[in-house]
C-alpha cells in the first residue's frame, strides 16, 4: 500500500468491482480508449491486475480517498506487452472516475507510484503515454515531471492504421537519484 496526504493507493477489493465497472462503461472517463468494457471485461482486467502484483511487485493499485473511503479508480505502474522504440519499459498510468477529475488525485497518487517505482524497485526510468488527443492525462505528466520529445510520438500497434486514438505522445522521467551515482 501507499499513502498521501489524502489517497490510499492498495490492493484491489471485491467491493472495487462495481464501481470500476460503472467508470469502465463510462463514455468520457473511456473517450481516449478504443471502447467502453463490459462487466466482464472489468472483471478479467482486475484479474490481469491483481496477477501483476504477484509477477512485479508493482501493478496498478486501487485508489480510494481517505476521508471517506471512496474507490475513485487505478493509479500505477504496468510493462506493456507489445513492442515499440521504449520497449522493454514501466509506464505509469491511471484512470479516475470523471467525478473525481479536477480535484488534483491523479498528480498526488502518481507521484507515489514513480517515488515507490524509483526507490523501491529501483527503475532508472518510467515512460506514460497517451492518444495525442487526450490533453488531460497529458497535463498529469506534466505536472508530475515527466517531459516530451515529439521524436518520441508513435502509432500505438494495438490499434488498426486510420483508427483516431493510434497516434501517441510519450513522456518520461528519469531516477534523478541513480542519474547521480
Not at 488534483?104 to 526510468?125: D, H, I, S
Not at 506534466?142 to 517531459?147: A, D, H, L, Y
Not at 521524436?151 to 513522456?171: A, I, M, S, T
Amino acid at each position: 500500500m501507499l499513502q498521501t496526504e489524502r489517497l490510499l493507493l492498495r490492493r484491489w477489493k471485491e467491493s472495487d468491482f462495481e464501481p470500476f465497472a460503472a467508470l469502465n462503461a463510462d463514455p468520457a472517463v473511456m473517450e481516449h480508449f478504443p471502447k467502453t468494457l463490459s462487466a466482464e471485461e472489468t472483471r478479467a482486467l482486475i484479474e490481469r491486475i491483481e496477477n501483476r502484483f504477484d509477477d512485479d511487485l508493482f501493478s496498478l493499485w486501487a485508489v480510494e480517498i481517505l476521508r471517506d473511503e471512496q474507490f475513485i479508480g487505478f493509479v500505477g505502474l504496468w510493462r506493456p506487452t507489445f513492442e515499440a522504440h521504449f520497449t522493454p519499459c514501466v509506464e505509469i498510468g491511471w484512470r479516475l472516475a470523471n467525478s473525481s477529475w479536477g480535484h488534483g488525485y491523479a498528480p498526488e497518487a502518481a507521484r507515489a507510484a514513480l517515488q515507490f517505482g524509483f526507490e523501491k524497485v529501483g527503475l532508472e526510468e518510467i515512460v506514460a503515454m497517451t492518444a495525442t488527443t487526450n490533453k488531460r492525462s497529458m497535463r498529469v505528466m506534466e505536472k508530475i515531471g515527466m517531459t516530451f520529445d515529439p521524436r518520441d510520438n508513435f502509432k500505438h500497434p494495438y490499434l488498426e492504421d486510420g483508427h483516431p486514438l493510434q497516434e501517441h505522445v510519450l513522456y518520461r522521467i528519469k531516477n534523478k537519484s541513480r542519474a547521480l551515482l
